[in-house]
Structures are given as structure tokens and as C-alpha cells.
């Protein structure tokens, strides 16, 4: 059987290093990539499919051409959007996904990567800090929400279907590439606009997250995909929180901008932000010694560049 990749939402921030490590690290492997539009993927992909994971019956179609040996699921919704809109996506177009994977005559040799989210853990209190695996998830969004439905839909798959999942619950992500919209890429095309003396608009600068540059975390995939036990969750993240004005400080001193003042902006404020972020990291390294390679400063760096 012809080893071979699928990794559904390939255009995403995440799906274009997964796709670039893949091919550095596995020129042997064969991987077959979806998205919700039309792109040019040549250098990356073997195969580019333009899908849509609702539609039942294209995904079936999908899964029977590709017939793969592994898969990293990505694609989801994202964005700002109704609950209906999270749910149909992110819950019931997996399931259209793992319902096809699991009538797989291999199914049961598959192993498969879910990018879950930190976002799921929600109103996290001081005293549970470091979170765990075990830690209850309290969603504060629609996201969220569609997320620890998906999160449960990936276990009841491993239970009831015996389809490998291994669900990999990422924390703060950055890198090159990241989306314009997040911190610390909305610092940065800031930045890049203004001079010293002039001023900089910010949200709320105290709360501390846990960051963790995007090509550690497809390490993690792969490392996963090797040795990870399916049925298992592991967060993916560096173990260690910075406060946000931390990282506006650092891009700073990269920039060569010290002469600069801060206004906060009310719309850029979160009615639920949650004081402190930090994992546990410990499942992760016990099952397959990773730990991320990539500093906060480095990471940066490269976004800056």
C-alpha cells in the first residue's frame, strides 16, 4: 500500500507548514491535500482537492481516491460566525470525514492527527494552572463550543469505530505566516506602519498565554503520528506563559522602535479574557520526548522578517 498523507484545511496558517515539513522531512510519502479553495499547491502537494467536508458524499469520494495511511485533520472554521455555522463545520463535517475513514478496509491501521484547540479549556481558574489534559473544558465561545463537541465526536470514533484519533490540543500559535488579525501579527503590521514617536493600538496587554511557533507544532504532528497512543489527548504548547505587553516589548527591541506609546482601543478588547494560559506538557514529552526547539524570540524574529 502506497504510504500516503491526507491533511484536510492545507491552505490554512498551519496546513501550508504541514505541508512544507512533509515535504522536507517524507519526500517518500505521497500527500494528498484539501481546502475549501481553488489554489495552486504544486510544490507542496501531490494532489489538491477542492472540498467541502458537509458534503457527505464528495468526502466519501475524496477518502476512497486517496485511501490513506495517515491523516492530519485541520480544516474547520475558524472565524467569527453563528454556532450553527461552528457546529455544521467543525462537528458534523469531521464526522462526515470519520465516518468515511472508519469504512476503510485499513481503517483500523490508519492513524489519524485532530487539531484541537486550548480554546476549549475556557474559564481556566489560578489554582488549576498548569493545565492538564484532565482539566474540565469550559468554553466561552461558539468556536470553543464546536470544538469540545469535536474533541468528544474524535473519542467516541476511537471507542466505538476503533478509528486511531489522536486529538492534539494546541495552544498560542505563531510563526511566519501568521493571520494579520492575531497578537503578535497585528503588532507587527503595526510596526512596520509607524515611526518612533508615534503610537501604537492595543488591546489588553496583562494577560499572559502560552505561545508556541507553528512548525514546532507539526513536529509534534509527526512525532505523534509516530509514537503518539490513539484514544489519547496531549497538549501542544511550550509550558511556559508571557504576558502580552512581554511580547510587544520583545518586537520592540527586533524592530529597533523604542520611542513608541500605547493606546488601548476599546473594540480590541475581550469581554472573556482569561487571566493566565499555561499547559502541562508533560503527557507530550513522556509518550514521545517532544518539546519545542523554537524560542518566543526567534519565532518573532521571523515574523518579522
Request: glycine share 6%; charged share 25%.
Amino acid at each position: 500500500m502506497t504510504n500516503r498523507l491526507l491533511v484536510t484545511g492545507a491552505t490554512g496558517f498551519v496546513g501550508n507548514w504541514t505541508l512544507r515539513h512533509w515535504r522536507k522531512e517524507h519526500p517518500e510519502v505521497e500527500v494528498w491535500a484539501t481546502g475549501d479553495q481553488s489554489t495552486c499547491l504544486d510544490e507542496l502537494a501531490d494532489k489538491y482537492s477542492v472540498i467541502d467536508l458537509r458534503d457527505g458524499n464528495a468526502v466519501r469520494e475524496l477518502v476512497h481516491d486517496c485511501n490513506p495511511t495517515q491523516v492530519i485533520h485541520l480544516a474547520g472554521l475558524v472565524t467569527e460566525a453563528s454556532l450553527t455555522e461552528h457546529i455544521t463545520v467543525n462537528v458534523l463535517g469531521t464526522g462526515n470525514l470519520y465516518d468515511a475513514l472508519a469504512k476503510m478496509g485499513h481503517s483500523t491501521e490508519m492513524r489519524i492527527i485532530q487539531a484541537g484547540t486550548a480554546a476549549i479549556y475556557g474559564r481556566v481558574r489560578p489554582e488549576e494552572l498548569p493545565i492538564t489534559e484532565k482539566n474540565p473544558l469550559r468554553p466561552l465561545t461558539a468556536y470553543a463550543l464546536s470544538k469540545v463537541a469535536q474533541d468528544y465526536l474524535a473519542e467516541m470514533f476511537w471507542r466505538t469505530r476503533r478509528l486511531n484519533v489522536i486529538r492534539a490540543r494546541i495552544f498560542n500559535l505563531l510563526g511566519p505566516g501568521q493571520p494579520e488579525h492575531l497578537v503578535p501579527a497585528s503588532f507587527i503590521r503595526q510596526l512596520k506602519a509607524i515611526c518612533d514617536g508615534e503610537s501604537l493600538q492595543v488591546g489588553n496587554l496583562t494577560p499572559r498565554r502560552d505561545f508556541v511557533d507553528v512548525r514546532d507544532v507539526v513536529w509534534a504532528f509527526d512525532k505523534l503520528l509516530a509514537g503518539g497512543k490513539p484514544g489519547k489527548v496531549y497538549n501542544v504548547a511550550s509550558g511556559t506563559s508571557i504576558a502580552i505587553k512581554d511580547i510587544l516589548n520583545e518586537l520592540f527591541s527586533i524592530s529597533g522602535l523604542h520611542d513608541v506609546t500605547t493606546n488601548e482601543d476599546f473594540e480590541r478588547m475581550r469581554k472573556n479574557d482569561v487571566p493566565d494560559i499555561v499547559a502541562d506538557i508533560t503527557s507530550i514529552t513522556e509518550a514521545i520526548g517532544w518539546r519545542p526547539k523554537i524560542s518566543l524570540r526567534k519565532s518573532l524574529e521571523a515574523m518579522w522578517e
